[in-house]
């Protein structure tokens, strides 16, 4: 059995920052790769960023530049770091670990950027 949970969401001002973290944790033998997702309401889930076991990474256009995303892997953790924050990122944020033939999905986080 895995179990995601993402941690760090929160209400931040617009300009803000806030540091996302995702752990999984249970019988893992092998996670090629974490990535972030997010929700706003009314909306489909979308990609925000990924990392490879070997650290390779990409985003979504729309955090370019804002968004970092990094993980540890000896404590089976990913971060997303998310700077200059718009009111637009409002969303819930969930993580998901791909392992070989299958993944997993978190919870979520709420995220919400507002005045």
């Known amino acids: 059995q895995v179990q995601v949970v993402e941690s760090g969401g929160g209400l931040v001002q617009p300009g803000g920052s806030l540091r996302l973290s995702c752990a999984a944790s249970?019988?893992?033998?092998?996670?090629?790769?974490m990535d972030w997702y997010r929700q706003a309401p009314g909306k489909q889930r979308e990609s925000v960023a990924g990392?490879?076991?070997?650290?390779?990474?990409n985003y979504a256009d729309f955090v370019k530049g804002r968004f970092t995303i990094s993980r540890d892997n000896a404590k089976n953790t990913v971060y997303l770091q998310m700077n200059s924050l718009k009111p637009e990122d409002t969303a819930v944020y969930y993580c998901?670990?791909?392992?070989?033939?299958?993944?997993?999905w978190g919870q979520g986080t709420q995220v919400t950027v507002s005045s």
């Open positions: 249970g019988t893992i033998f092998s996670i090629n790769a």
């Open positions: 998901k670990i791909r392992v070989v033939l299958s993944e997993y």
């Open positions: 990392i490879t076991s070997g650290g390779s990474t």
